[in-house]
């Protein structure tokens, strides 16, 4: 059975500090699709980020990168020099098929104070 | 282009009325998918179609719930008769298969049901 795991229920920060979100997860799968959502104070679900399973290449954009590690079964996301902007519930989640259903996780609820 | 279209935004009805949801996809998306979020439960996926044809229900919670599409451009999803414990924001996304595979949110019904 698929599961994705987001050990850090609250995170906060001060401004411009650098912040990991950690997941992880499981599937028996070896084609598979992860995913990072964002989901602001204003409650609409955003999509940030897609990988492959068999593209562990990091990807950075702008102040966002991501670390994908087939190894240990994790998808981290840092947002380097952190911004109120940033603070939201993110969202990890998981699909065994190509556009298909996700699993997500639990969320990470980030705060960033001025 | 427009995205996921849900309606109505908030929902609050009485125990024992019927609510339905509606969710109008992004134009081309094969995919539809209804997902319920809660703070006990996280973000759930209730149901989702193929073409207009359901493929997974079995995240439906009971005989209450019951989801149509029965165009590509519009689904509901009816709660009948609904109850307290039913209170969520339920999210409607889309996916396209021969693109970027990708779900994309509409934003959201909250619904509370007294």
């Known amino acids: 059975a698929q599961k994705v795991t987001q050990a850090q229920t609250e995170i906060s920060v001060v401004e411009k500090e650098d912040v990991t979100l950690d997941c992880v997860y499981e599937t028996r799968d070896t084609t598979y699709y992860l995913f990072w959502y964002k989901q602001p104070p204003s409650g609409e679900l955003v999509f940030l980020i897609r990988r492959n399973s068999f593209d562990e290449q990091n990807e950075i954009s702008g102040r966002y990168s991501w670390n994908f590690q087939k190894s240990t079964s994790s998808f981290n996301f840092t947002i380097t020099a952190s911004q109120v902007v940033d603070s939201a519930v993110y969202f990890c989640a998981l699909s065994e098929e190509w556009a298909q259903k996700l699993v997500f996780g639990q969320g990470t609820r980030l705060t960033i104070n001025p | 282009d427009a995205g996921v279209i849900q309606s109505p935004r908030h929902e609050v009805t009485e125990m024992g009325q019927e609510v339905t949801l509606r969710c109008k996809p992004i134009?081309?998306?094969?995919?539809l998918f209804w997902y319920r979020q809660t703070m006990m439960r996280g973000l759930e996926l209730l149901i989702y179609f193929n073409n207009n044809v359901p493929i997974d229900d079995s995240g439906m919670p009971e005989d209450r719930f019951s989801a149509k599409m029965p165009n590509a451009s519009f689904s509901t999803l009816k709660i009948q008769p609904s109850e307290p414990r039913d209170s969520a924001v339920y999210f409607c996304a889309s996916s396209f298969r021969q693109g970027d595979g990708t779900q994309y949110f509409g934003p959201g019904t909250r619904l509370l049901v007294l």
């Open positions: 134009s081309g998306h094969d995919y």
